[in-house]
């Protein structure tokens, strides 16, 4: 996150801040939560020898149709939900999907230092959920979204974030969908990426 966007983030909180006072609601700060080295997989390459650290420091959010065996690390949060953007669709991301998310965060031993998340294929949902992780931890999502492999799942990110009072605006969204677009336009033309499909941010 540069200056100018943690410049930005406060004034919008603290205008909530002030708008919450006038219509004598509660106020909700955004969640923040520790950093974490992220590894972005499809659950297909999660086994037993995926793990470099002790099992106990790493946690895994798996949004893909295969559960995860229960005995393979100790903190896993499985999530099932079709890969769509539509929100009316009874399969897509919810609300009660990303509250979950943020409660297993919250809630992690802080022993943990490595999160995995997972879908499929590594290419839509789980790359939204880290994005909006990555906010959530205040960092910059330019990682994900100018990674040329993924196409982050706009409805996925957004209410996540949402969730995690940090909304993105609809502008905001369209510029980084545009960002993603440009990224992928570049690496078909053969232009040189500095962007691995199977990422680990930290």
């Not at 020898?49 to 946690?59: I, V």
């Not at 939900?81 to 669709?89: K, L, S, V, Y």
């Not at 409660?103 to 230092?113: I, K, M, R």
Request: charged share 20%.
């Amino acid at each position: 996150m540069t200056e100018q966007e943690r410049n930005e983030a406060f004034a919008e909180e603290l205008r909530d801040f002030l708008q919450s006072l006038v219509d004598g609601r509660p106020f909700e700060r955004e969640t923040m939560i520790k950093p974490y080295t992220i590894h972005i997989l499809p659950i297909v390459a999660i086994n037993a020898d995926t793990f470099e650290l002790p099992l106990s420091k790493n946690a895994l959010i798996n949004c893909s149709e295969k559960e995860t065996p229960t005995n393979l690390i100790p903190h896993v949060l499985d999530l099932f939900f079709q890969d769509t953007t539509e929100p009316n669709d009874p399969n897509s991301f919810n609300q009660a999907h990303a509250k979950a998310i943020i409660d297993f965060l919250e809630t992690l031993p802080n022993e943990v230092s490595d999160l995995y998340i997972c879908c499929s294929q590594g290419y839509s949902r789980s790359p939204a959920i880290a994005a909006a992780v990555l906010r959530m931890s205040g960092h910059s999502d330019d990682d994900v979204w100018h990674n040329p492999y993924y196409r982050p799942n706009s409805l996925v990110y957004s209410l996540l974030c949402k969730e995690a009072n940090l909304p993105v605006t609809s502008q905001t969204l369209a510029k980084l969908q545009k960002e993603n677009a440009l990224a992928f336009k570049a690496v078909q033309s053969g232009e040189p990426c500095e962007y691995e499909r199977w990422q680990i941010i930290t």
